[in-house]
T-cell receptor, first 114, second 114 residues
Framework: AQSVTQLGSHVSVSEGALVLLRCNYS??????LFWYVQYPNQGLQLLLK??????LVKGINGFEAEFKKSETSFHLTKPSAHMSDAAEYFC????????????FGTGTQLKVEL | EPEVTQTPSHQVTQMGQEVILRCVPI?????FYWYRQILGQKVEFLVS????????KSEIFDDQFSVERPDGSNFTLKIRSTKLEDSAMYFC????????????FGQGTRLTVV
C-alpha cells in the first residue's frame, strides 16, 4: 500500500518569504509523486511531478520539489511567496503513471499574509 | 488547452434519489477516474476505468455506485440511492495512457444530499 503524510494542515507565511510544505511518502515500490494545488471553488491543478528522472523537479508558478529517497520525502518549496499562492496543496503518490490511482495526503492550506 | 469538463457544477438531491454526475474527459485519453472530497477531508479515489471496464475500485465504491462510458465521449458516475454521507465534491480525471504520468482533473461537481 502507498500513502503520503503532509505535516501541517495550515501553513502561514509572509509575502516574499520562503514557502515550505512537507510531504513524506510510504511505498513498497518506487513511487511517482505529485503536488496538486486547489484554489477556492476550483479543481485540482498539477504543480509538478516526480517520475524517477531528476530528483529536483521544477513546476509551475515558481514551485519546486526535491525527491529524497533516504528521507522518503518530497517537500514543496518556493523561494518567495506571493499572495496568489494562497490555496490548498495536496501531495499524492501513485505506483506508476497512467492507469493507476493517486493516493492523496490530507492537504495543507497555505495562507500568505502581507 | 484541452480540459476535463464536469456537469453540473452543483447538484442538490433528496436522500434516496438517484443522481448521475457527468464528465467529458480529454478526447484522446484512455484512463478515467472518479475521486471524491468530503468537505474538509482529503481527496479519495473511487474508481478507475479503462477499455470499457472498471480496472480498480476502492472500498467506498460499493453497489450503490456505478460508472459508464455510454457514448465514447461522456463518462458518468451514478449513485443509485443517495445518502447524506454522499455529500461531497466529486472530481473526474483522465490520463492519456499507461505511460502517462499526469491525470487531468475537472472542476468538480458539488453534490449536496438533503
Amino acid at each position: 500500500a502507498q500513502s503520503v503524510t503532509q505535516l501541517g494542515s495550515h501553513v502561514s507565511v509572509s509575502e516574499g518569504a520562503l514557502v515550505l510544505l512537507r510531504c513524506n511518502y510510504s511505498s513498497s515500490v518506487p513511487p511517482y509523486l505529485f503536488w496538486y494545488v486547489q484554489y477556492p471553488n476550483q479543481g485540482l491543478q498539477l504543480l509538478l511531478k516526480y517520475t524517477s528522472a531528476a530528483t529536483l523537479v521544477k513546476g509551475i508558478n515558481g514551485f519546486e520539489a526535491e525527491f529524497k529517497k533516504s528521507e522518503t520525502s518530497f517537500h514543496l518549496t518556493k523561494p518567495s511567496a506571493h499572495m496568489s499562492d494562497a490555496a490548498e496543496y495536496f501531495c499524492a503518490v501513485s505506483r506508476t503513471g497512467g492507469g493507476n490511482k493517486l493516493t492523496f495526503g490530507t492537504g495543507t492550506q497555505l495562507k500568505v499574509e502581507l | 488547452e484541452p480540459e476535463v469538463t464536469q456537469t453540473p457544477s452543483h447538484q442538490v438531491t433528496q436522500m434516496g434519489q438517484e443522481v448521475i454526475l457527468r464528465c467529458v474527459p480529454i478526447s484522446n485519453h484512455l484512463y478515467f477516474y472518479w475521486y471524491r472530497q468530503i468537505l474538509g477531508q482529503k481527496v479519495e479515489f473511487l474508481v478507475s476505468f479503462y477499455n470499457n471496464e472498471i480496472s480498480e475500485k476502492s472500498e467506498i465504491f460499493d453497489d450503490q455506485f456505478s460508472v459508464e462510458r455510454p457514448d465514447g465521449s461522456n463518462f458518468t458516475l451514478k449513485i443509485r440511492s443517495t445518502k447524506l454521507e454522499d455529500s461531497a465534491m466529486y472530481f473526474c480525471a483522465s490520463s492519456a495512457s499507461r505511460g502517462s504520468t499526469e491525470a487531468f482533473f475537472g472542476q468538480g461537481t458539488r453534490l449536496t444530499v438533503v
